[in-house]
C-alpha cells in the first residue's frame, strides 16, 4: 500500500519562505510533483521532478522562486519555497506514481498526499 506523508506547510509573511517534504512509503519509482489547489479552482501542477531527478519543470508562477529536490535514499521530494506571495496561499499536495502526458495535470497522477496548508499574508 502506498502511503505519502507531507509535512512543513505553515504560515509565514509574504517574502518568507518554507520548505514542504513528501515521503513516500511503499512506491519507489517514477517521477514526482507538487500541486496546489485552492477552495473553488482545480488543482494545478507548481513543479516536477524526474524519477532521476536529472529534469525538472516548473509552473511559470513558481520559476526563480521555488525549487523541487529529492533525497532517493528516504524515498521523499522537496518544495523550497523562498519569496513567498498571498497569491501562493494553497494546500499544496505531492503526487507520485506518474503515468505520463502532461506533468501538470493531476489526472496523469496515481498516488496523492494529504495536503498541507500554506498560507502567506501580506
Known amino acids: 500500500q502506498v502511503q505519502m506523508v507531507e509535512s512543513g506547510g505553515g504560515s509565514v509573511q509574504a517574502g518568507g519562505s518554507l520548505r514542504l517534504s513528501c515521503t513516500v512509503s511503499g512506491y519507489t519509482y517514477g517521477s514526482r510533483a507538487w500541486f496546489r489547489q485552492v477552495p473553488g479552482k482545480q488543482r494545478e501542477g507548481v513543479a516536477f521532478?524526474?524519477?532521476?531527478?536529472?529534469?525538472?519543470y516548473y509552473d511559470d508562477s513558481a520559476k526563480g522562486r521555488f525549487t523541487v529536490s529529492q533525497d532517493s535514499a528516504k524515498n521523499t521530494h522537496y518544495l523550497q519555497m523562498n519569496s513567498l506571495k498571498p497569491g501562493d496561499t494553497a494546500i499544496y499536495y505531492c503526487a507520485a506514481g506518474f503515468t505520463g502526458g502532461a506533468w501538470a495535470e493531476s489526472i496523469n497522477y496515481n498516488y496523492w498526499g494529504q495536503g498541507t496548508q500554506v498560507t502567506v499574508s501580506s
Open positions: 521532478i524526474s524519477g532521476g531527478g536529472s529534469t525538472t
